[in-house]
């Protein structure tokens, strides 16, 4: 999966699977999440959000299933 270098502090950069509904998060520390489950809309909403940092917090990180890598 490619991922997209995004303008945050703590996020280095997003990648999405629709067919499989992942979103493949690695942040700035290195760390590289894989969050199940997540639909297109939430994926768009949070690389349209101002913060995405904030975002993920709010309405990802504790709502969806989670591997780290």
Known sequence: M??????????ASIGYDPEMKMLEVE???GAVYDYYGVSRKV???LMEA???????SRRIRDRYPFERR
């Open 43 to 45: 994926y768009e909403a």
């Open 27 to 29: 942040f700035s520390s």
């Open 50 to 56: 101002e913060s995405k940092g904030q975002f993920l």
């Open 2 to 11: 490619r991922r997209r270098s995004v303008s945050s502090s703590a996020i």
